[in-house]
């Protein structure tokens, strides 16, 4: 009972060879958009998604805040302004070229979108005469209502938007299809890409991608520390699909890496104490500036940067006199005073003053415009939330002019978790690159969450199209590779073997156990001795438990591959941390045989990559972009003449 | 002999202790296009044609709501949180008098 034969054609052991240009490995907006660029310039484009692209990645289903557009026509910011505010904010540990591509470039990109079928502005004049609009371009903004530079859009049409123009352009779309690994050869000494290989997730058939030019945009790891094995699908803010293969087939052919001893304590899994994302009370990105009140109904006050109470909502959201502008959003926790915004009161001076848990939001008493910007428009529009929250709370019968939505923890992660419990978070670790958004291999590129120090959603756009036109550029320069046989063939072992063993343990209970061993030897405080310990477990499960891995189906099967890319990344993680003899506050780094915090020596990009069984160190210092304007200028004349247009 | 020679793959139903979707059967008229969708692919289509399609991997269910979104017969799929997951509200209150 509740068996059933698999529904898909069995082709198991066939091979599919899949030629191109450029070759593109995760559907998401940033691969979307790179296979776009690609596309654009007459490229022979193919994208491989693990899921189905209409609807797949980080914002299949939607995202409301588009960050950094200062180049929209009513910005008052410029791009070399905000992403130097970035840069500064994380003490240098960021991520100034993509930033910067961010910034620039993003806004174009928008309007790349709203050619395809999106929608970026109000054009029924749902928000007529609202103080977040203008009236002009029907354009609507976020947090900063004097600089203009977040918008308000309708990410819930992006992706079918993006899907038809794929197929318009023209690039073969391969869905239900996991990319496993990358191609290389070696030319004049040198390691070049050559592709890679890829496991269709309902036949079994594998796939191998000859291509000139290669792309990563699988999005960042997950399940490292968090593991349910019951609601394994809200184990981690991301979707289930987003685990990390992209780095882990990256570590796996010697590509460079940054940043990866960063993760912080944990901000969600709705797998355990965290409750649906946007589903919660609390006054952060979707929800800013919400009005928040205690259980008496008494009001939270806002507070303008230097503790002033706010006495309008209005006032939320401008910088106070003297300030040019203020940061908020996605990477923005504790921002430094000169960009701090408004906020309400710290909660422990609440509680000092006798304010009463639990807290709420009530829109009820915000300005009409304000609460259905937040309940109807961002609500409704941000990833998982037209279905799960706006019609799945309408249901249930909450009206944001009657109720009051409880908060839980503090926040917008609506939970507080363990030192032990890891996430990779906020800005964290991930693909070095130079200004191509080139890897350390030659024509192998990546783009949005595979980045280090990556952003948001505008972050993804605007680095894959860029990512995606510097992979043309190269195309155009180089022959296809030949593809290595002898690697697809023990690639072909590799992922086949699981499904060929009738009996063992199953990728749940890997995924328990290196959760477990991440908690217990790379917690909240590292040490050389447990850090060591902890890649010796990992190598006995290697060792031990991978050769007993067994599944019934492909799909279990591509469940299985994840958990060994977990598996690898989690080394990798381990590694990093070996690496850096001293604790940072920035990339929440503790040491305790290393205490000293942030020494001068220290402060530089700490990176790896494997070279076979070797770890790789190197040091790139931490401002490596140069000036942010000027490097991006000399290298994107052709795309600034063009006026952001696709034909450069 | 080895499984894939037999080529009879199984998938078994793997329960968990929520029921994500909930479907109408009045209404599905078993097109699968959510099972299309379902990035996390919990779903197979269902053998007895015009039937929903089957939740094979509930537990791996993400809450996105792709599936509601695309499906062309409004009310036939139902998406509902974990009870633990789902929040709590309250009728709003006055601000008390000083």
Known sequence: MNEYQWPYANEFGQTEIVESDVVVLGGGLAGCFAAIAAAERGQKVVLVEKGATKRSGSAGTGFDHWESACTNPCSRVTPKEIAEAYVDEQDHYSNGIAHYIECREGYDRLLDLERMGGKIRDTEDEFAGAEFRDEKTKLMFAYDYRNRFTLRVWGSTFKPALYNELKRLGVKIYDRTEATALLTVEENGKKRGAGAVGMNVHTGKLLVFRAKATMLTMSRPARIWLFDPDLTGLCEFRPMQSIGSGHAMGWRAGVEFTMMEKSVRAEFSAAGRSFPPYGAGNNHNTWYAATLVDARGVEIPYLDRDGNVLKTVSERYYPVKDQKFFLKGGVIDEPKYEYRGPETMPFDELMKRGYKLPFYADLSRMPDAERRVIWGMMVGEEGKTKIPILQNYTKRGFDPKKHALQCYGTGWQSASFLDQERQLFGAPGGIMHDWDLKTNIDGIYAAGDQLFASDCCGFACATGYYAGRKAAAYADTVSLPEADMEAVNAERKRLYAPLERTEGISWKELNMAISKAMQNYCGGVKCDPLLEEGLDLLKSYREEIVPQLYCENPHELMRTHEVLDILDVAEMILQACLLRKSGSKQLNFERSDYPEVDPARDRRFITLRREGDTVVEGEVPLDYFGDLETEYEKRNQNYIHAGGKSNE | ?98
């Not at chain 2, 909930?22 to 015009?50: H, R, W, Y």
Request: proline residues 11%.
């Open chain 2, 1 to 98: 002999m080895s499984k894939e020679r037999e080529q009879d793959w199984k998938v078994s139903v793997i329960p968990c202790s929520a029921t994500p979707l909930i479907f109408d059967e009045s209404l599905c008229v078993g097109c699968n296009t959510c099972a299309n969708i379902c990035q996390c692919d919990i779903m197979i289509p269902n053998p007895e044609k015009g039937k929903h399609p089957i939740v094979a991997f509930p537990g791996e269910c993400y809450y996105c709501g792709a599936c509601v979104m695309v499906c062309p017969r409004p009310g036939a799929i139902d998406l509902q949180h974990p009870v633990m997951n789902r929040a709590k509200f309250v009728p709003v209150k006055e601000e008390p008098k000083q």
